[in-house]
């Protein structure tokens, strides 16, 4: 499509010419779909098996709800990456194995995600789980690499490698409180960072695999925004949220200051300081982080200030948002793809919006 190449040509695409763009189109398309059509039957499903959350704590919902919804999720990201490496098979080993150990450490902590959604699992085999998880994408080169000139460099890049990848799953699952919220800073945040990865030939898996996580996302929040019919739970959460922070540092990430990592984190800024604010205050306070739930949120003080839920959740979508505008801003990419990832988001948002509007 040639009319089309001086537009990709200012948003900054690696191979504008090339037909790279066109399955990671078609990837967000098919895995948007996926989701979007296989949520209702997992819904059923999860309603005959029991698989369902009861509402109060620091849920918002009333009644059962169910908490499979991560399954149809990870459904709509394999499928949807299956087809498009059938289309356009990656022929470079090294980008293959990091693709294949992301889904592989995803595959797993949804297993253990949905272990602990039905029947509760300990808080240190959860962490046991994740830790396993960020040494598989250590280990297949999916990376922060520590470059300070110091015979540490190894063990701290391993530190901040697994500190990243932990933190970040960890991160997206307590934020996990409202209909659509998880949901819509997923969409957000894949959105930007595949406008970032976009910019460089040597992220092609990782642009490739945020193209197929927004699509699920979206599709997923046309059954999961406020009144939600189905939650994503441990299992989609945990795959979210480690998916994001692979996909973050898949390519490239070479932390020489203690500030690198700054334009990396702007991304999950939300997520990253409601999970930092929750620790500290619960340690503070003498309980257990990792095992104390409470409705010390900022979406719970965002409630208790008298917003509505569909308040509370456009404000830190909105939040999210500009984050994620600023990150792309510090990493200098280009002005065009910083306006087209904002008015993509919101394209997406309001869309979806919308269409779960109208069927109300």
Request: charged share 10%; hydrophobic share 55%.
């Amino acid at each position: 499509m040639p009319d089309l190449l001086p537009y990709l040509e200012a948003l900054g695409v690696a191979d504008p010419a090339g037909s790279g763009w066109k399955v990671v189109v078609f990837t967000f398309l098919l895995a948007a779909l996926i989701t979007w059509r296989f949520t209702p039957r997992v819904r059923e499903f999860a309603l005959r098996a029991g698989w369902a959350d009861e509402g109060g704590g620091r849920r918002q919902h009333q009644g059962r709800l169910p908490n499979a919804g991560g399954l149809a999720v990870y459904a709509g990201v394999v499928a949807s990456l299956a087809v498009a490496g059938a289309i356009r098979p990656i022929v470079v080993d090294d980008v293959l194995i990091q693709l294949l150990a992301v889904l592989l450490g995803g595959t797993l902590l949804l297993f253990v995600g949905f272990l602990d959604d039905q029947f509760g699992l300990s808080p240190w085999l959860r962490l046991l789980a994740q830790t396993l998880a960020a040494l598989l994408a250590y280990g297949a080169g999916v990376r922060i690499e520590a470059a300070f000139g110091s015979p540490l460099d190894p063990l701290l890049s391993l530190f901040l490698t697994w500190l990243w990848l932990v933190g970040i799953t960890n991160a997206m699952n307590l934020i996990d409180g409202l209909d659509g919220l998880a949901g819509g800073i997923a969409l957000i945040t894949a959105v930007g960072l595949l406008f970032a990865s976009a910019q460089f030939e040597t992220r092609a898996a990782a642009t490739l695999v945020l193209s197929a996580l927004a699509g699920a996302a979206l599709g997923f929040l046309r059954h999961n925004l406020p009144p939600s019919k189905i939650i994503m739970g441990d299992a989609g959460a945990y795959f979210f949220g480690y998916v994001l922070a692979a996909a973050a540092i898949l390519g490239y990430v070479k932390v020489t200051t203690v500030f690198s990592l700054v334009p990396v984190a702007l991304f999950l800024a939300v997520p990253i300081l409601d999970t930092t604010w929750v620790f500290l205050r619960r340690l503070l306070a003498g309980k257990n982080p990792l095992a104390t739930p409470g409705r010390d949120h900022l979406h719970h003080r965002l409630l208790a200030r008298g917003l509505s839920t569909w308040r509370a959740v456009v404000l830190l979508w909105g939040a999210t948002l500009v984050a994620n505008l600023f990150a792309l801003w510090l990493q200098g990419i280009p002005g065009p793809a910083i306006a087209a990832t904002g008015v993509t988001a919101v394209g997406l948002l309001a869309f979806v919006v919308w269409r779960r509007r109208r069927e109300a």
